[in-house]
């Protein structure tokens, strides 16, 4: 999920009553929270690397016993050398409530992203294999109203603060209000629970018991939604499983959430020799509107030069980096420069988030191959 819902799970937890747990718990919970997207720095790296380590190494089981030590270290460390070097009076933290603070706020990292399409590797570096929830968008504007809200609502004390909750709010309609895919009742929800939380802002003041219980509802009702679209996907899954042919068919599937729409869902199913893509929606019979093009698995259906090329590539470090993350790969020749050919690596989840190329920022590497014969462009 984004930074901001982690962030503002550890600070509901906090808002919730775990601040009184012991010194300095609200920073550990929201440190915490977001401990385990450490890996963002692999970004920095060479090309495809993120893609390769990301959802790994610091968010899997070993990391979950790892992560909540350093965390407490780190926060240990900062009550002693400079908080309470500055306030010598200052209550001292106490390590036992802070590392179960820091394990609490640490393990609801991965639950919450192993939720969405992209991924998660639960036991690196004993175990490569992904596992998908494929059960929330990775910015779910439900959840910002049902945590986010919580977190105005207990810490909007001061003038410019709240100037700064509404330049916040302002920034996360744009793409609820904005954004083509997102329903219109979607749209009129959100200004809706805007307004709600407004409405609460006046009649409770920041931090006392009426607050704190609000924001408890909110974290029930946070976690019976999660629950409820885990169980959702299930349901869904079976579904598109019969209306694409039954198991003897379906070699491998997503359902992927759409944005701010929990009655559809993004379809892509694996077959022998293609992905089949299509949108699934409740309201209509059948349920899955399937796209007319399939998306040809070249490596399998295509001619033994075109394997070899395809196998060529994928010798390259940057398409073997990119094969790590990948779920649904999809190879495409075009004519390079001069007498080169080129392979072009995409992932049929994101085959219409459109850079010209198709895949958008997620989209895999070209990369140049010798041409056995004059190419000829495939799709």
């Given at each position: 999920m984004d930074p901001l819902t982690h962030t503002c799970v550890g600070a509901g937890l906090s808002a919730a009553g775990l601040r009184r747990t012991t010194a300095l718990a609200t920073p550990t919970l929201i440190l915490a929270a977001n401990a385990p997207d450490i890996d963002i720095f692999t970004s920095f790296g060479a090309p495809y690397l993120s893609l390769e380590l990301r959802r790994g190494l610091t968010h899997g089981v070993p990391a979950l016993l790892v992560l909540p030590v350093l965390v407490t270290a780190l926060v240990l460390g900062w009550d002693r050398w400079i908080r309470r070097r500055r306030r010598?009076?200052?209550?001292?933290?106490?390590?036992?409530?802070?590392?179960?603070?820091?394990?609490?706020?640490?393990?609801?990292?991965?639950?919450?992203?192993?939720?969405?399409?992209?991924?998660?590797?639960?036991?690196?570096?004993f175990d490569g294999r992904w596992s998908y929830g494929?059960?929330?968008?990775?910015?779910?504007?439900?959840?910002?109203?049902?945590?986010?809200?919580?977190?105005?609502?207990?810490?909007?004390?001061?003038?410019?603060?709240?100037?700064?909750?509404?330049?916040?709010?302002?920034?996360?309609?744009v793409p609820v209000l904005l954004a083509e895919m997102v329903p219109g009742w979607a749209r009129v929800l959100w200004i809706a629970g805007i307004g709600v939380w407004i409405l609460l802002r006046v009649r409770h003041r920041p931090g006392s018991n009426d607050a704190q219980g609000i924001v408890r509802l909110?974290?029930?009702?946070?976690?019976?939604?999660?629950?409820?679209?885990?169980?959702?996907?299930s349901m869904v899954n079976s579904i598109v499983v019969d209306e694409a042919g039954g198991s003897e068919v379906v070699e491998a599937l997503m359902v992927g959430p759409l944005p701010a729409d929990p009655f559809g869902a993004?379809?892509?199913?694996?077959?022998?020799?293609?992905?089949?893509?299509?949108?699934?929606?409740?309201?209509?019979?059948?349920?899955?509107?399937w796209n007319d093009e399939l998306l040809t698995r070249l490596e399998v259906t295509g001619d033994s030069e075109t394997r070899a090329m395809?196998?060529?590539?994928?010798?390259?470090?940057?398409?073997?980096?990119?094969?790590?993350?990948?779920r649904f790969p999809i190879f495409r020749i075009d004519a390079g420069p001069g007498p080169a050919c080129q392979v072009k690596?995409?992932?049929?989840?994101?085959?219409?988030?459109?850079d010209g190329n198709g895949g958008g920022a997620l989209s895999g590497p070209r990369i140049q191959v010798p041409c056995p014969t004059p190419p000829t462009p495939t799709s």
């Open positions: 010598p009076d200052a209550e001292p933290t106490r390590a036992l409530p802070l590392w179960a603070l820091a394990t609490l706020g640490v393990w609801t990292h991965p639950a919450l992203d192993w939720l969405n399409t992209y991924g998660m590797r639960w036991f690196l570096p494929d059960a929330v968008f990775i910015m779910d504007p439900w959840l910002w109203l049902l945590l986010v809200g919580p977190t105005f609502l207990f810490w909007s004390s001061g003038v410019g603060i709240r100037i700064l909750w509404a330049l916040l709010a302002l920034v996360l309609s909110c974290l029930l009702g946070a976690g019976l939604y999660l629950v409820g679209m885990v169980g959702q996907s993004q379809v892509v199913v694996q077959e022998a020799e293609t992905y089949r893509t299509g949108e699934f929606r409740w309201n209509r019979r059948p349920r899955v509107d395809i196998a060529t590539a994928t010798e390259h470090p940057e398409a073997q980096r990119y094969l790590t993350w990948a690596l995409l992932d049929a989840r994101y085959v219409d988030r459109g």
